[in-house]
């Protein structure tokens, strides 16, 4: 088992920064990926950004590409989302995920995702 925890959501104006974090315990060994995922109310939970987790190799969904930034600490087994130049429409509930044998590049189906985090509200305001 893997567990996640997040942390770093809350309320910014558009036009602002958050960064969230996520802490993975457990069987850590066995991640292959981790991810941000996000759901806005009414709407499927979509990929934001995955990392590899042994080569770092990245992917980002298009919404977010110049604006977001996935990085990862591999000795604190934590993964990080800096998030710039929000916009109200990124407003949801972000998800860590971890992966550890299924999907295949770029790992951004939801149905792949062995564990989740309980998730973390990010509020962008017009």
């Known amino acids: 088992q893997v567990q996640l925890g997040e942390s770093g959501g809350g309320l910014v104006q558009a036009g602002g920064s958050l960064r969230l974090s996520c802490a993975a315990s457990?069987?850590?060994?066995?991640?292959?990926?981790m991810g941000w995922f996000r759901q806005a109310p009414g709407k499927d939970r979509e990929v934001v950004a995955t990392?590899?987790?042994?080569?770092?190799?990245?992917y980002y969904a298009d919404f977010v590409k110049g604006r977001f930034t996935i990085s990862k600490d591999h000795a604190k087994r934590t993964v990080y989302l800096q998030m710039n130049s929000l916009k109200p429409e990124d407003t949801g509930v972000y998800y860590c995920?971890?992966?550890?044998?299924?999907?295949?590049?770029?790992?951004?189906?939801?149905?792949?995702?062995?564990?989740w985090g309980q998730g973390t509200q990010v509020t962008v305001s017009s």
């Open positions: 995920a971890a992966l550890q044998s299924g999907g295949s590049w770029p790992f951004s189906d939801p149905a792949d995702v062995d564990y």
């Open positions: 457990g069987r850590t060994l066995s991640m292959r990926v």
């Open positions: 990392i590899t987790w042994l080569y770092g190799s990245i």
